[in-house]
């Protein structure tokens, strides 16, 4: 069998239909929910198991949001794959499989598991700098689940992974695959050479060992924990977080949810907020540039911070409580209401 | 206390109807000295950051608020608070802050301390203060590597780490810097990160409330020493890195089985605690030596002549 690419869906899905009878697949049709954070690898994850149902000859559609992410935001994607499939979203309930690459994003979209179904979720957490206040004192300003939700499966990618991901930590996130792959039933062969087709070539030694000792935990761990969970997933089990509605970011296109979030900040602060950035004390340490989740900042040719896209800016403040020089802050109007503890 | 402004007022109560998103108000900085020394992207400007912005919630002026500090980059950060300000010999701030809260017991005094400063050359000092409950703030800035001279290994330095003495990685185990306070006898103990600038305000405020010897570590970065000689990389990158390896929901995980730990190539700081991990209360030195004029610790004042009888005994 040789590797093909997502390029040509024509060809694809006449051959997939004539290696349908050779090679059946064990399950026929399923649906997958992948959830992350930017830059942790979620559309090439959905590509791997797209590509490897494909070769399968199974039907795929595949959807994703990822406008969201830039530095650390939420990246989701949809993968449904049968005979046929007609559409590609998902409603809650209906995934029989949910990869998560962070803990908390995990969560937040746990309810699209069908109750059966088995969520890999991986153990790392990457919590904004803003987000909670006291870990130790209980003082979490937002719901992160208490305990391991009933039908996941938690899995500490790094540990896990072990060598192959000493060199490149995303690399990790590969024996979530490996994982799945154990219950999905596609082929090991399969498996592999959507990998090898997928990821950048230097690194797909690398993942395979991911891959395969994702695996191999998933095997273990099925035989000595696994027994409990899996089956016995009912819907009221599964604890939302508190005030998340998982379904806002799937609403829209990507510039939508980003567009009505600052709008609403804006109307709330009573007016468009101006950044002050005071040149002589900036160093171009750059920190404010990478933190700053609606890219307002860059250096300028100077290596000097600017401005350079002011009416993005939602006033968060990462910016000017991150800046090492003070050298930024951020001034919002005061609207009557907030003066008088309206809101 | 008299100085302290109400939250709201300093919040939101800037002339002109603009007010800044941190709360900060640059009037407690000292102008003429800015921009500080501290190299690009070093997190103790962070943390001085975070420091002013709830000094500004507090206090009108700093005129009450005394700084301490001894030699090295985190303490330098007490030259731009335009407060009383004392810059000492190396390791020897919490000795100049005893001293100097014991006759002006109405002062608040807060000492900057780093960790080679405090752990290394003023150990014995921290852990006396500790030991005695001065009723005092103590802020130690952990970088992990004394960066002021030239980035040697420090007390703190994680195993494997390289440093310009232990070009062949580190061998030495090193401190926990809370758990030496705690054990110490510390009665507020916490730690933060300059990633968490938020955590640290809060951290600060409550660590300013207690009455005794409070302790608070800041993991910090120190990107030029530290950050170059293990690759890990610019500041932005150092400062994301801080969160990365933080613990996920530790207590319910710890029952699944997992393979064994990797060892890692490079070294990474370990995973350690946020928040405030100690707390408890007992009589300070002011109180047991029967000095006037400081707050109470709240503990009985029955106990306090069993303590004072016991020392004249």
Same mark, same amino acid.
């Given at each position: 069998m040789t590797v093909k690419t997502i390029d040509q869906p024509g060809t694809l899905v006449e051959q997939a239909r004539d290696l349908k009878e050779a090679n059946e697949p064990a399950i026929s049709q399923g649906n997958l929910v992948l959830a992350g954070v930017g830059g942790q690898g979620?559309?090439?994850?959905?590509?791997?198991?797209?590509?490897?149902?494909?070769?399968?000859?199974?039907?795929?559609?595949?959807?994703?949001?990822?406008?969201?992410?830039?530095?650390?935001?939420?990246?989701?994607?949809?993968?449904?794959?049968?005979?046929?499939?007609?559409?590609?979203?998902?409603?809650?309930?209906?995934?029989?499989?949910?990869?998560?690459?962070?803990?908390?994003?995990?969560?937040?979209?746990?309810?699209?598991?069908? =109750?059966?179904?088995?969520?890999?979720?991986?153990?790392?957490?990457?919590?904004?700098?803003?987000?909670?206040?006291?870990?130790?004192?209980?003082?979490?300003?937002?719901?992160?689940?208490?305990?391991?939700?009933?039908?996941?499966?938690?899995?500490?990618?790094?540990?896990?992974?072990?060598?192959?991901?000493?060199?490149?930590?995303?690399?990790?996130?590969?024996?979530?695959?490996?994982?799945?792959?154990?219950?999905?039933?596609?082929?090991?062969?399969?498996?592999?050479?959507?990998?090898?087709?997928?990821?950048? =070539?230097?690194?797909?030694?690398?993942?395979?060992?991911?891959?395969?000792?994702?695996?191999?935990?998933?095997?273990?761990?099925?035989?000595?924990?696994?027994?409990?969970?899996?089956?016995?997933?009912?819907?009221?089990? %599964?604890?939302?977080?508190?005030?998340?509605?998982?379904?806002?970011?799937?609403?829209?296109?990507?510039?939508?949810?980003?567009?009505?979030?600052?709008?609403?900040?804006?109307?709330?602060?009573?007016?468009?907020?101006?950044?002050?950035? %005071?040149?002589?004390?900036?160093?171009?340490?750059?920190?404010?540039?990478?933190?700053?989740?609606?890219?307002?900042?860059?250096?300028?040719?100077?290596?000097?911070?600017?401005?350079?896209? =002011?009416?993005?800016?939602?006033?968060?403040?990462?910016?000017?409580?991150?800046?090492?020089?003070?050298?930024?802050?951020?001034?919002?109007?005061?609207?009557?209401?907030?003066?008088?503890?309206?809101? | 206390m008299s100085t302290v402004m109400d939250t709201d007022t300093a919040v939101h109560g800037a002339a002109g109807g603009s007010v800044a998103i941190t709360g900060k108000e640059k009037r407690l900085l000292r102008h003429a000295m800015m921009p500080h020394m501290l190299c690009p992207g070093c997190g103790h400007g962070i943390v001085l950051d975070a420091m002013l912005s709830v000094l500004s919630e507090r206090y009108e002026d700093l005129d009450n608020v005394a700084f301490v500090a001894g030699i090295g980059c985190s303490s330098r950060i007490i030259g731009y608070i335009d407060a009383c300000t004392l810059h000492t010999a190396h390791g020897r701030p919490l000795s100049f802050a005893t001293g100097l809260k014991l006759a002006r017991p109405d002062l608040t005094v807060v000492v900057i301390t780093g960790d080679g400063d405090g752990l290394s050359i003023g150990g014995n000092h921290l852990i006396h203060a500790a030991r005695r409950n001065v009723d005092l703030t103590c802020v130690l800035l952990n970088n992990e590597i004394y960066g002021m001279t030239g980035g040697q290994a420090a007390p703190t330095t994680v195993l494997g780490a390289y440093t310009s003495t232990t070009p062949l990685g580190n061998t030495q185990h090193p401190f926990d810097a809370a758990e030496l306070a705690k054990a110490a006898g510390a009665t507020f103990v916490a730690r933060s990160q300059s990633y968490r600038p938020q955590v640290f305000g809060e951290l600060f405020s409550q660590a300013l409330d207690h009455v005794g010897f409070s302790f608070l570590e800041v993991m910090s970065d120190c990107t030029e020493y530290f950050g170059r000689t293990n690759r890990f990389g610019e500041g932005a990158d150092m400062l994301m890195g801080q969160a990365r390896y933080e613990p996920s929901i530790d207590a319910d995980l710890a029952r699944i089985p997992t393979v064994e730990p990797v060892t890692i190539k490079q070294p990474v700081r370990p995973v350690l605690p946020i928040g405030v991990l100690h707390r408890s209360s007992r009589l300070t030195l002011e109180e047991t030596l029967g000095i006037e004029g400081g707050r109470s610790s709240g503990v009985a004042d029955g106990k306090l002549d069993d303590a004072v009888q016991r020392m004249d005994g």
């Open positions: 979620i559309i090439m994850a959905s590509n791997i198991i797209s590509l490897a149902c494909l070769e399968s000859g199974l039907d795929v559609k595949k959807s994703e949001v990822h406008g969201m992410s830039q530095r650390g935001g939420t990246v989701v994607s949809h993968v449904r794959f049968g005979h046929e499939v007609h559409s590609v979203m998902l409603e809650p309930k209906q995934a029989e499989w949910i990869i998560a690459l962070e803990w908390e994003e995990g969560l937040r979209f746990l309810e699209y598991l069908k =109750p059966g179904g088995v969520a890999f979720m991986s153990t790392e957490r990457r919590i904004p700098p803003t987000a909670f206040a006291d870990r130790l004192g209980g003082k979490i300003d937002y719901a992160l689940g208490a305990g391991v939700p009933r039908g996941v499966v938690p899995v500490d990618t790094y540990a896990v992974a072990g060598e192959a991901a000493a060199e490149r930590p995303v690399i990790a996130q590969t024996v979530l695959l490996g994982a799945l792959s154990v219950d999905m039933g596609l082929s090991q062969e399969t498996w592999r050479e959507a990998i090898a087709a997928t990821v950048p =070539p230097k690194a797909v030694q690398a993942n395979l060992i991911a891959f395969e000792n994702g695996r191999t935990w998933y095997e273990r761990w099925k035989k000595t924990t696994g027994s409990k969970l899996g089956s016995s997933v009912k819907a009221n089990d %599964i604890q939302q977080p508190e005030g998340v509605s998982p379904g806002v970011s799937l609403g829209g296109s990507s510039n939508g949810p980003s567009a009505s979030a600052s709008a609403s900040v804006k109307d709330w602060r009573g007016g468009a907020p101006r950044i002050e950035v %005071i040149r002589d004390w900036c160093k171009g340490c750059n920190i404010c540039v990478i933190v700053c989740p609606e890219r307002v900042l860059s250096l300028d040719r100077f290596d000097i911070v600017v401005a350079s896209k =002011p009416d993005r800016c939602t006033a968060c403040g990462l910016c000017a409580r991150l800046c090492p020089d003070m050298a930024i802050e951020i001034w919002v109007d005061t609207p009557a209401h907030v003066g008088t503890g309206g809101e | -």
